[in-house]
């Protein structure tokens, strides 16, 4: 334990002696929180539309203002050229070019069903799909209004007698940056970890002072859990860091326990800190480490749910999941932080979580040569 | 020169693949002597050293060092020896007393005895006034001398030194010396390779190798008198360049 210690508190003097990465280390984190929260978002606004009227009649203004009216749509262009509308789609200026017919508004009233063309561009599919959602909800109302005021055309479209009420839990009023922030201090924790560490290993190797301490009787384990320790605790402080910007900056209503989110990221980070240092093993240098070290984390990130739901991925890649320790952080936080999960809700997530930072550590143990 | 062997190795061999850079070596060392290693770049001298060490196991033969197997109880060997990289590996962003309390702290040393031993030790390279500087910015004598004093900290029975007054000037490698001296007449065996002929003549033995064997090993003297040579480098000019 003593040797340990010694360890420990040579690596914490190298870190901040290291005046650049003594600060990027608080430093990041914080840049990382307020431009990546704000910035990634799923939630639509202002769809640039082009409108090829061809019938200009009350009904079809009628229908456009209802789209221009909606937060959602943003009335860029108008045109009576169907050609010029795909140049401005071919160039990039708009994603919805809508055509009305001539006939549109003599028919609407008439008990004829009135004819319109949606042509979206589908170069991003989710973009495409949430624009087509968008436009079928502005005519769904515009539809209604239609019926309303026509009660004697009453032909086919019958009034709907089902009232749907619906409310979102946990997340009230959708705010996009109560969903991000949980995600986002998963990725925080896990960039620090993973890349400070396994950096940290190589570079010993690099410069050769690992030879000296692999010639002295320090166990195994002691020096794993050296390199470990300084950043697990790095790592937590970031943790706190973040949260306090959340709640600060984002107004995210923490509703769980902050400590049982600080045993999940505790667990969490042993995890990946493991998975680090046996990457470290294998490499050589620097750079072949933070090569090997990109590729992977892109792929625990982009395969965490932090943007897409897991739900929704192959099954193949659901099943590769179960190893991957940023989807159990991700999924944690977010029921932790939105929910206000207690510790028997995710006692699976965490036991998973206990398993694979035992293994990954026993490897990286079992890995790590003193003896060539 | 009549003390136990400390280093025993029978029939050593280590191969990387197809490459024999250690070639059946059987040679003894014994307790307290100093024990010059020569060779040219590339004898394998280094490699020796790493097996002797327990940092690279050896392909086959009988290696004991302090009483232990070099291929079962590695870990053991490390307990009682020190080792001077030929390689500068003490840590360049610590100080000279952060350095010399990291390793003390490895070895198990007492806080007090860790404390002790630094003032001595700073104290007899008249380094006090530099404890507190890092090592990244102490001239390469220095540190050289650091890296031999912390190498026998904690009293180890054998210390290796690989190389260590490699690009030192003169002074420096005559007080080096000095120290290797005092090492030994504490009962301290020194291992030490060289590049420097005059440097071996100082050691109580001295093997010379070439292409992984051992060509030669005996007293400086009887060295001279066997190859009929007036000093060391010309016995190794006359074993290492064929004739």
Known sequence: ?372 | MTGQSVISVSNLVKKFGSFVANDNLSFEVYEGEIFGFLGANGAGKTTTIRILSGLSEPTSGKVVVAGFDAKKEPEKIKKNIGYMCQKFSLYEDLTVKENITLYGGIYGMSKNLIRERTAMLLEKLSFQAWGDRLISSLPLGFKQKLAFSIAILHEPRIVYLDEPTGGVDPITRRQFWEMIYETAARGITVFVTTHYMDEAEYCDRVSIMNEGRIVALDTPEGLKKSYNASSIEEVFVKIARPK
């Not at chain 1, 769904?140 to 709907?160: C, E, F, K, M, T």
């Not at chain 1, 320790?229 to 973040?242: H, N, T, Y």
């Not at chain 1, 984002?250 to 045993?263: I, T, Y």
């Open chain 1, 1 to 372: 334990m003593r040797t340990i210690l010694y360890l420990i508190r040579k690596e914490f003097l190298q870190i901040f002696r290291n005046k650049f990465i003594g600060r990027a280390i608080f430093g990041v984190p914080i840049i990382q929180m307020l431009i990546l929260v704000p910035a990634v978002t799923f939630e639509m606004k202002n769809i640039s539309l082009c409108i090829v009227d061809k019938d200009m009649t009350p009904e079809s203004r009628g229908l456009i203002s209802r789209l221009d009216g909606s937060t959602f749509f943003h009335y860029r262009y108008t045109t009576f050229s169907e050609s010029q509308a795909r140049q401005l789609m071919n160039a990039n200026k708009c994603t919805l070019v809508l055509e009305i017919p001539r006939g549109f508004g003599k028919d609407t009233g008439n008990g004829i069903p009135g004819r319109i063309m949606a042509s979206i561009n589908a170069i991003n599919s989710s973009t495409a799909q949430l624009t087509w959602a968008y436009l079928n909800g502005v005519l769904r109302d515009y539809n209604a209004d239609i019926i309303r005021q026509n009660p004697g055309s009453l032909s086919g479209q019958p009034v709907p007698i089902i009232q749907v009420t619906n409310r979102y839990w946990y997340n009230e009023k959708l705010v996009y940056s109560h969903y991000m922030v949980p995600g986002i201090l998963g990725i925080l924790v896990t960039a620090i970890g993973f890349i400070l560490a396994g950096l940290n290993m190589v570079r010993e190797k690099e410069i050769g002072t690992i030879e000296q301490i692999n010639v002295t009787p320090v166990r195994k384990y002691q020096f794993i859990i050296s390199k470990m320790a300084p950043f697990l605790i790095i790592g937590l402080i970031d943790l706190a860091l973040g949260m306090v910007l959340g709640k600060l900056f984002f107004k995210v209503p923490f509703e769980g326990s902050v400590a049982l989110l600080f045993l999940c990221s505790t667990i969490f980070l042993i995890a990946i800190l493991g998975f680090a240092l046996f990457i470290s093993t294998f490499a050589g240098t620097q750079q072949q480490f933070m090569f090997i070290a990109f590729f992977c984390m892109i792929i625990f990130i982009l395969m965490s749910g932090i943007f897409t739901p897991l739900e929704s991925m192959p099954g193949w890649a659901q099943r590769v999941d179960l190893v991957n320790p940023v989807a159990y952080i991700m999924r944690i936080n977010r029921m932790v932080i939105l929910k206000g999960s207690t510790i028997s809700d995710i006692s699976r997530d965490i036991w998973s979580l206990v398993a694979i930072a035992v293994s990954f550590t026993f490897f990286a143990v079992k890995r790590y040569r003193k003896t060539a």
